[in-house]
T-cell receptor, first 108, second 112 residues
Framework: DAKTTQPNSMESNEEEPVHLPCNHSTISGTDYIHWYRQLPSQGPEYVIHGLTSNVNNRMASLAIAEDRKSSTLILHRATLRDAAVYYC?????????FGKGTLLTVNP | NAGVTQTPKFQVLKTGQSMTLQCAQDMNHNSMYWYRQDPGMGLRLIYYSASEGTTDKGEVPNGYNVSRLNKREFSLRLESAAPSQTSVYFCASNFYSNQPQHFGDGTRLSIL
């Protein structure tokens, strides 16, 4: 079962929007798309998740392609505290499959 | 606001020793999980417990056993530690499948 594909790293400037892409071409109909982030020496932190429709919460927005083979996590205004590894995960029935994630660097 | 508590935070073992990692959550979650994270890698699921009284294998269960002691506690046991099990171990919990998982701060385990 192929994991998701993300860029190894991305860079952004503080207070600018960030669009983190993810490909999940082998996604099944029951797989949710989850995003977590991890700061150094900490456990992962939930960001957002969705199945078919775009989703918004206080942290971010999730845009899911119509064919569900890709998605984009949108941080509307990056802050220095958003610097972390972001994991795009497809999962269902209790099992999340983590890849290596995208290391986001935020420049002041 | 304890959330998910893991003990110990750090441990060094010798090859062949046994050890139990403890995890407790105070959010009344039904499901609990154990993951391992090797350097530069994402997390891999070892075992999970969908509800009290049940446990199931994840992606990398070999060399580990688990016990769901009650709704709050889920322990991970290494019966005979091997250097390949050197890793950071994370426990997580959620209400049920596909809901956000809450993670502990991890146990850093080194096996010499």
């Amino acid at each position: 079962d192929a994991k998701t594909t993300q860029p190894n790293s991305m860079e952004s400037n503080e207070e600018e929007p960030v669009h983190l892409p993810c490909n999940h071409s082998t996604i099944s109909g029951t797989d949710y798309i989850h995003w977590y982030r991890q700061l150094p020496s900490q456990g992962p932190e939930y960001v957002i998740h969705g199945l078919t429709s775009n989703v918004n919460n206080r942290m971010a927005s999730l845009a899911i392609a119509e064919d569900r083979k890709s998605s984009t996590l949108i941080l509307h205004r990056a802050t220095l505290r958003d610097a972390a590894v972001y994991y795009c995960i497809k999962g269902s029935n209790y099992k999340l499959t983590f890849g290596k994630g995208t290391l986001l660097t935020v420049n002041p | 606001n304890a959330g998910v508590t893991q003990t110990p935070k750090f441990q060094v073992l010798k090859t062949g020793q046994s050890m139990t990692l403890q995890c407790a959550q105070d959010m009344n979650h039904n499901s609990m999980y154990w993951y391992r994270q090797d350097p530069g890698m994402g997390l891999r699921l070892i075992y999970y417990s969908a509800s009290e009284g049940t446990t199931d294998k994840g992606e990398v269960p070999n060399g580990y056993n688990v016990s769901r002691l009650n709704k709050r506690e889920f322990s991970l046991r290494l019966e005979s530690a091997a250097p390949s099990q050197t890793s950071v171990y994370f426990c997580a919990s959620n209400f049920y499948s596909n809901q956000p998982q809450h993670f502990g701060d991890g146990t850093r385990l080194s096996i010499l």
